[in-house]
């Protein structure tokens, strides 16, 4: 039972913490990423200050969530059922398209679904992106997975797991849809 006022505003400065601390940083090191001061990031945090449009805007992107976000209602998209067939994907690599599956409250982890038409990849070049714990689950098709110079050819039901820092690649391997479950923990940004 929620016996906050309706109108009652969304604890900003609680949300970046949950999501600044999911993600391993500290103070100063968001500080580096926005050209904030971590003095200023502290106030936001403890609710000290309200901080301006600029600054809330700067914050939202070191952290890798929308602006909008910093205002959602925490619950928002929880316990809620998606089913892959409503689903509304986006283009990214190469003859590739992906959705985020988790609600964007989420601070721990992030799952996609994502699409590879034949030939299709993430992209031309290796790709690495933060320091987190990722794991790919082949749904349907076949792929091969490049991390660093090993190569892994995976078909349905089968996994791989790697630190996103690592310089890595997924392609279609047999000239057929493939269809593939990312998870991230946590989110990169």
Known sequence: MNLEHPNSQPDIGHRLRKRRRALHLTLAELAEK???TAS????LERGKSTGSIRSLQL?????GIGFADLFSDSNQGRNTVIDLADITTHEYGVLASKALLTPKSFDHMQVFV???EPGGSTGEERITHGDSEEMVIVLGGSVEVIIGEETSSLTQHQSISFISNQPHKIQE???APASLLWIIA???V
């Open 34 to 36: 926005t050209g904030l």
């Open 173 to 175: 391997a047999v000239g």
């Open 186 to 188: 946590p989110p990169t």
């Open 59 to 63: 914050v939202a992107q070191g952290l």
């Open 40 to 43: 200023s990031i502290s106030q």
């Open 114 to 116: 994502g699409f590879l």
